[in-house]
């Protein structure tokens, strides 16, 4: 059955709040009929599918520091909620010291897309499939939630509930994701799997993150986090420790893997089967794994000849 | 200098470019209403009633139209079984069943289109389901229940090849291969959506402003549906953004036309508007055809072919489109480019209620080519030959008969293309870029041919009219032609072609086009044949015109029907046939990467080897074999449209996926080969469809060299190629 009624958006009102106070306000009185919005890259297309028909739509993106990106050498990074993708790949501190962040973002959408979508938004979406919340997951993210009680802060990895559902409440609004400075030597990898290579989204997403750690047996700590294999994004806890408790090692990488492909619950969809999901969640993290490992030592190596 | 032969700009480039062109979703009148299609949203039911009473009463909607509101509620291009709107009130029989989800049931014209759609919305239908059929080998059985209950099977087309015994020669053949191969279906896909406006034009006619392929068949059927006289009927086509065959069907057209010439009946005439959303385009119109082909092939140990049996069957969905045409197209190609001496072939189009299918550029030759060149493939390797030298043993020559009993028409190129493909790879390395041990390389070959024009029998000619202005020099020539620039840049080309006849620069050509009202028929923008049959009917009334020139007539003008050789259906019997009177040839070769753990294909460089006879525009034609080539490495690798108990699973962009910028294969080199064609223009052959033809089994053939599995079914898209490497 055809569903959507509208070649274009149906009609809504624009709103568009002075102050954090006045957008919580808005946002608590019309708690059924409104919605903030950043880019709108999610919100548009649901509202032209008629999944969503909100009233208003309440564009925060004018907020005090909604457009900032901060670097604080001290402490870490903090990205406004209204922040486009574009602009994180391109601030050089996130080069420096988020590249894993970077390359997520540069693998969703197109250049178009990501001069609209934001890196808090696609958070807020919570979609199992989104691709920059891996990295955020990495970099132990929190998000700093502003309410008429004030600012709340949130570990991301306590933030997603389910496909599209979060902890946040009515009334308030992610103003924005701050990363602790990564650990030292940290290197990242980012592999998507999509249908198409450009603007499809992830079959499968694969962010895998490792630093050396003296207090891990292996002398090593990795992240393994999983994109649409599971409601939420997947932390591959088991995967982890793996890595962290034995020498790594193409053998154990490999035991990785497998231990990341046995903790997903993939679904069927038209874009692919559950089963087909979860050997690329096994092959693509062997791989992304032996990536960060071989970046890990090429890094070891660079840093003993520039001695 | 002769301007045949120059990439001069397209005319159209400019408007294009800045935005200024109209294509029809971009045309408003003033006082225009809205129109919304309630479409039936199932695969199979009779429609019991249809209450449009509180449509009706919502403020804004200004008239609801159904079955009853059609004079002749019928159409189709091939056999009137459709019906324009499905329900009770017709006088023919049936017309209130629905056969598939794109069946159209009501007609909803509004002050605005949220009107219109929330108006569609309180329309309230009683459908009585039916069981339905979503796999043709059963719809095929004599107890099953029939779609069309006037007729006796759902097999409404069945074409049959007898040549030699092929008993015999399988007998006698050292290697026989056999396989059943299926072709998914495959979504036109192109930007624009299907749009447009209807108006009662000043001189009273019905006018459509719609993209179509054939202005004059539009108005055919526009015409017959509302009872008219042709001449009342009055279609115009703007910018058209891409077709590929499927603008050929209707989709608007009657419904546009009815609601405009309805509100002026009742005495309230307003022009009437309508923009399918991506949805409703994807529901709403025809796809290609899935077939099932079933293939035995002999051949000698030094590889010259002996005999080739098939049976084909294709999934027509509810309705005939142009079922019929493309059956016969695959018919004839599936046994490829190749001299066979002894052919049996049995094909049948079968009614279903999955999504309708019809024309989609190659009409037919995909589906034949996939399973020829893949046999001849599978040949070449049980042989141990080269699949090049296997291919140049057998190829049709100058003289060679065809399945069908007769010789091809003069200019057999191909030969020719298959050398020029394989002699521009072998460049290529055989290694996989180092760094990436999951990669294993492929190269496959494939070759193909297709008709240019109207084939078997079907009518066909084309017309221009030239007018020339001026005094002692010509000033202005006017060119009319009703031929459809799809995007292809067909008008670009009609003009460097009377340009060329008229020996006079392109300034002074002045095209009048796709206007039933100022145009003659010129047949469709179809089958490859419009640069063919456009150029040779253009050349006529040029010539025409010059000469009454010359006689000092002032204005000079002609009108010049052009007509090709004529062309036979299949004998009932035997299949003997002359089939056509020109062809295009094509051969390519392609390189690819297999990555083992992901299953996705690399498609690093494609060749493609194409004779188009002579090249009018060489920079369109370049656009063309690009285009042809990415739309098929779509259909080969990663278009997977989804149907399930006649339900379309993929009806977005989003989940039904094209290939993007990022997906296009890393080169594709263009040969544009030119061995002229003995009666086409200054030589030229069709050649918009031919690049399309090989790219599937050549694909095929090179993930086999990288793998060593042949694949029977695609698209290769990487869970398919994946499963088939890991059992």
Same mark, same amino acid.
């Given at each position: ?12 009102? =624009? ?170 030597? *940290?290197?990242?990898?980012?592999? #998507?799997?999509?249908?198409? #290579?450009?603007?499809?989204? *992830? ?16 002398? =090593? ?15 591959? #806890? ?13 053998? &154990? ?31 693509? &993290? ?22 | ?131 339905? !059929? ?37 007998? $006698? ?58 001449? /009342? ?27 405009? %010439? ?13 923009? %399918? ?19 035995? %092939? ?65 009409? +037919?030759?995909?589906?034949? $080519? ?25 190829? !049709? ?10 010789? !091809? ?18 460049? %290529? ?27 078997? +029998? ?11 202005? +001026? ?53 469709? $923008? ?72 992901? +299953? ?19 920079? /369109? ?107």
């Amino acid at each position: 059955m055809i569903r959507n009624t509208h070649p274009t958006l149906p009609e809504f009102e =624009y709103i568009r709040p002075q102050s954090v106070g006045e957008a919580c306000d808005f946002l608590t009185r019309h708690a059924a009929d409104a919605r903030p919005f950043l880019g709108g890259t999610d919100v548009f297309v649901r509202m032209r599918d008629g999944v969503l028909n909100p009233k208003y739509l309440v564009d925060v993106k004018a907020l005090p520091g909604m457009q900032e990106i901060r670097f604080d050498p001290q402490s870490g990074l903090t990205i406004g909620a209204a922040v486009n993708m574009n602009r994180v790949i391109a601030a050089a501190e996130t080069r420096e010291h988020y590249p894993l962040l970077a390359d997520a973002c540069r693998s969703v959408a197109s250049y178009q897309l990501r001069s609209r979508a934001t890196v808090v938004g696609n958070i807020c979406n919570a979609s199992p499939a989104g691709d920059t919340l891996g990295a955020c997951l990495a970099f132990n993210g929190v998000l700093h939630i502003q309410s008429s009680q004030g600012v709340r802060q949130e570990l991301l990895s306590n933030f997603f509930r389910g496909p599209g559902k979060t902890t946040l409440q009515t009334g308030e609004i992610a103003a924005a994701l701050f990363l602790p400075l990564p650990h030292a030597g *940290s290197q990242g990898v980012y592999i #998507k799997l999509g249908r198409n #290579k450009l603007s499809d989204l *992830s079959l499968v997403g694969v962010t895998a993150l490792g630093y050396p750690d003296p207090g891990a047996p292996s002398g =090593y700590r990795f992240r393994l986090i999983l994109a649409s294999v599971a409601p939420t994004p997947l932390i591959a #806890k088991q995967a982890e420790d793996c890595l962290a408790a034995q020498p790594v090692t193409p053998a &154990s990488i490999q035991e990785a893997a497998r231990l990341a492909s046995e903790a997903c619950a993939p679904i069927d969809d038209v874009r692919g089967s559950a089963r087909y999901r979860k050997q690329m969640v096994k092959n693509l &993290s062997a791989r992304a794994l032996t990536s960060v490992w071989e970046k890990l030592n090429r890094r070891g190596q660079n840093d003993i000849s520039s001695d | 200098m002769s301007i045949i032969g120059q990439s001069v700009p397209r005319l159209d480039a400019l408007g294009k470019v800045t935005g200024q062109a109209q294509y029809p979703g971009d045309i408003s009148l003033p006082n225009q209403a809205y129109l919304k299609i309630l479409f039936a949203g199932r695969p199979h039911a009779v429609i019991r009633s249809i209450d449009t009473s509180q449509a009706e009463a919502l403020p804004g909607v200004i008239a609801v139209f159904t079955a009853k509101d059609m004079p002749v509620n019928e159409y189709g291009l091939i056999m009137p079984d459709q019906p324009v709107l499905c329900g009770p009130g017709s006088a023919k029989p049936y017309t209130d069943h629905v056969r598939f989800e794109g069946d159209q049931v009501a007609l909803v014209v509004a002050e605005s289109e949220e009107i219109a759609t929330r108006g569609r919305d309180l329309i309230r239908v009683v459908y009585e389901d039916l069981p339905i !059929l979503s796999d043709p080998v059963q719809a095929m059985q004599p107890e099953s229940p029939r779609l069309h209950p006037e007729r006796d099977s759902n097999v409404f087309c069945h074409y049959r090849i007898r040549k030699g015994d092929v008993e015999a020669a399988f007998a $006698a053949a050292d290697v026989i291969i056999e396989g059943e191969y299926r072709t998914p279906y495959q979504e036109h896909a192109f930007l624009q959506p299907e749009a447009g406006v209807s108006y009662m034009d000043e001189q009273g006619r019905v006018t459509v402003i719609v993209a179509g392929q054939w202005t004059h068949e539009d108005q055919e059927q526009i015409a017959h549906a509302l009872g008219l006289p042709l001449e /009342q009927v009055r279609v115009i086509y703007p910018a058209i953004g891409g077709a590929f065959g499927g603008r050929e069907d209707m989709s608007v057209q009657i419904v546009l036309a009815l609601a405009a %010439w309805r509100l002026a009946q009742r005495g309230t005439p307003r022009p009437v508007k309508i923009v %399918w959303s991506r949805e409703e385009s994807i529901v709403g119109h025809h796809k290609r055809h899935p077939y099932l082909i079933r293939a035995k %092939w002999g051949a000698r140990r030094d590889g010259k072919l002996l005999a080739a049996q098939m049976e084909l069957i294709a999934d027509a969905g509810g309705y005939a489109y142009t079922s019929t045409k493309v059956l016969g197209n695959a018919t004839l190609m599936c046994t490829g480019p190749y001299e066979i001496p002894n052919v049996m072939v049995d094909s049948y189009a079968v009614y279903t209620n999955n999504v309708v299918t019809g024309a989609f550029r190659g009409f +037919g030759g995909p589906q034949a $080519a996939f399973a020829a060149e893949t046999q001849i493939n599978r040949l070449a390797q049980a042989l141990g030959l080269d699949p090049v030298e296997i291919r140049l043993k057998n190829a !049709l020559q100058e003289g060679s008969l065809l399945s069908v009993g007769t010789p !091809l028409p003069k200019g057999v190129s191909i030969t020719q293309v298959i050398e020029q493909a394989r002699a521009a790879s072998l460049k %290529w390395a055989a290694e996989p870029p180092p760094g990436a041990p999951s990669l294993r390389r492929g190269v496959g070959y494939a070759a193909a041919f297709k008709n240019v024009g109207f084939s078997f +029998g079907a009518p066909e000619q084309c017309t221009a009219a030239v007018t020339l202005y +001026g005094g002692r020099e010509i000033e202005r020539a006017v060119v009319a032609h009703a031929g459809a620039d799809c995007g292809q840049g067909a008008h670009t080309v009609m003009a460097q072609m009377a340009a060329e006849a008229l020996h006079l620069p392109l300034e002074r050509i002045e095209m009048v086009v796709s206007d039933t009202a100022q145009t003659s028929n010129s047949g469709s $923008a179809s089958a490859s044949r419009l640069t063919f049959m456009a150029g040779n009917s253009i050349k006529g009334a040029c010539e025409q015109a010059l000469q009454k020139w010359q006689a000092e007539e002032r204005p000079a003008a002609a009108t010049y029907q052009y007509r090709p050789p004529k062309t036979t259906p299949y004998d009932p019997q035997t299949g003997r046939a002359e089939p056509n009177f020109a062809y295009g040839y094509v051969a390519q070769a392609v390189l690819l990467d297999v990555d083992v753990e992901t +299953g996705r294909i690399f498609l690093r460089q494609v060749i493609c080897a194409d004779d188009v006879g002579r090249a009018v525009n060489p920079q /369109q034609v370049q656009g063309q074999i690009e285009g042809a080539v990415v739309q098929a490495s779509g259909y080969a690798i990663l278009e997977n449209f989804i149907t399930q108990d006649g339900r379309i699973r993929t009806d977005k962009l989003s989940t039904y996926l094209i290939p993007t910028i990022l997906d296009t294969p890393e080169q594709v080199e263009s040969l544009i080969l030119e061995y002229a064609d003995p009666i086409g223009p200054w030589g030229a052959r069709g050649m918009g469809e031919m690049p399309f033809l090989p790219l599937t089994p050549a694909i095929i053939a090179a993930v086999h060299e990288a793998t060593g599995v042949w694949f029977h079914e695609f698209p290769l898209t990487p869970e398919r190629v994946l499963r088939a490497l890991k059992p």
